[in-house]
């Protein structure tokens, strides 16, 4: 055996999500996904727990939120990140972040298709963490991850770099490497107490992170389609790219339109500044990167709910976003529009959509839902704040968007651990979580017939 198969094996097993899962990876892979953030949420948890990570005492459940904010990509913190933690406090969160946008299933993956050149235990699980259309070799998109990923990231390092570094900021190299992969990874943390708020009439810096942002939400599908497209010129760009890119482009638009509209959008800015606040926070909440250029506390009902609605919509497959994805959209829709008599058959762009897809659109969207009710009662009945407040911090978490109305850091304990399962349920998803929940409960069911049958 090579020494690249002895390597290969250690990665395998050593692997979190494969030493707590013990062996059931193939048969339920939801389940090995689960497993596997939360311990990386655990091990970022004790890390920042550490004395050298905080500036100072940081109570457990802050820290708790903290790691798994960082994970899920969310960016909702209950305490001001620059000023908590210490260089060594950001540089766990800032691993985590990564770890969280790539996918940790995705970085295992690639480092074993390049020692051994084989797949092993990763293809099930990797098959189910990864959304691709058929024909697109699992290989190539895992490729196309890591490096898109670098390339990006290290563009927007240099870009956001030279634009800080002309604006006087000081530690310009450290905060353009922690916000270039912040907004790649669509994770909304900011080296900045304020965000990106001082920064909102700086044209270079919205211009970076809404690009970065938009290449992680849009996603590695439409990234690896333009790849083959520039390669071969016959080669034609799949029907999931072209949703994509569809959907991304007119809740761009409308979000945009709707809310430089908004009485309460920067009353006494010109009409500019108006449009880009717009357009960087309709960018924020669809790719869910969560960055904020205005003081959202001061937002009314309206436009509350356009960007709880933005939120709840979010990014697409295969992305670093979340949110229930622009093709489940585009698929409901089509169903829609065929209930209503419109079309005889589900499709969308002339192409029909098969039922299992629609299928499982409706169970997301449903799934989301009811996610989104279950936390806002809980919110409601822990926390003295609005409603529109509640529904709009509930829907950021499970989308792991990170906009606030500003209630996070006053929420109380139930509040955060509620929270926190909503971030943490969004980024494993939905139907993944319900999938291994339900797959445990039929665990347990056989485990009990079994034992019924040997005592009969």
Known sequence: MKITDYIGKVLIWTNPMKLLTLGHDSDMPERSILVG??????????????????????????????????????????????????ILGQCVILLLIQIGGIGYMTMSSYIIFRITHH??????????????PQGMRLRDLVNNIVHFTLIFELLGFISLFLSLNHYGISVP??????????????????????????????????????VLSYAGAMGFIVMTDLTYKLRRRDYSVTFTTKVIVIVTSIMTAAGT????????????????????????????????????????????????????????????????GGGVKSTSVSAVWGFIMSRLGIRKRVSFLGKEIPHY????????????????FIGCTVLSYSEPFAL????????????????????TPELSVTGKIAIIVLMYVGRVGVITFGTAFIGRLKDKKNVYRDKADLVA
């Open 37 to 86: 953030y939360m311990t990386y949420m655990i091990l970022g948890f004790a890390l920042l727990m550490l004395p050298w990570s905080q500036t100072r005492e940081i109570g457990w459940v802050d820290n708790l939120f903290t790691s798994v904010s960082a994970v899920s990509t969310t960016g909702l913190a209950t305490l001001d990140i620059p000023t908590s933690y210490t």
């Open 357 to 372: 897809r629609v299928e499982s659109a409706l169970t997301n969207i449903i799934a989301y839902g009811a996610m989104i």
């Open 119 to 132: 797949a092993g235990y990763t293809q099930p699980v990797m098959g189910t963490s990864i959304s691709r």
């Open 173 to 210: 190299g450290w905060r353009a490497l922690f916000l270039s992969i912040s907004s790649f990874c669509t994770a909304g943390f900011s080296p900045f107490s304020d965000s990106l708020c001082s920064l909102d009439d700086n044209l270079a810096v919205n211009i970076t992170v809404a």
């Open 257 to 320: 339109i709707i809310l430089a509209l908004s009485p309460v959008m920067e009353t006494g800015a010109g009409f500019g500044q108006r449009i880009l606040h717009s357009f960087f926070q309709t960018m924020s909440a669809m790719t869910t990167v969560g960055f904020n250029t205005v003081d959202l506390s001061l937002l009314k009902v309206g436009p509350i709910l356009v960007f709880s609605l933005i939120m709840f919509i979010g990014a697409s497959p295969s992305g670093t």
């Open 388 to 407: 529109s407040q509640i529904v709009f911090e509930a829907t950021s978490a499970i989308g792991t968007v990170g906009l606030s109305t500003g209630i």
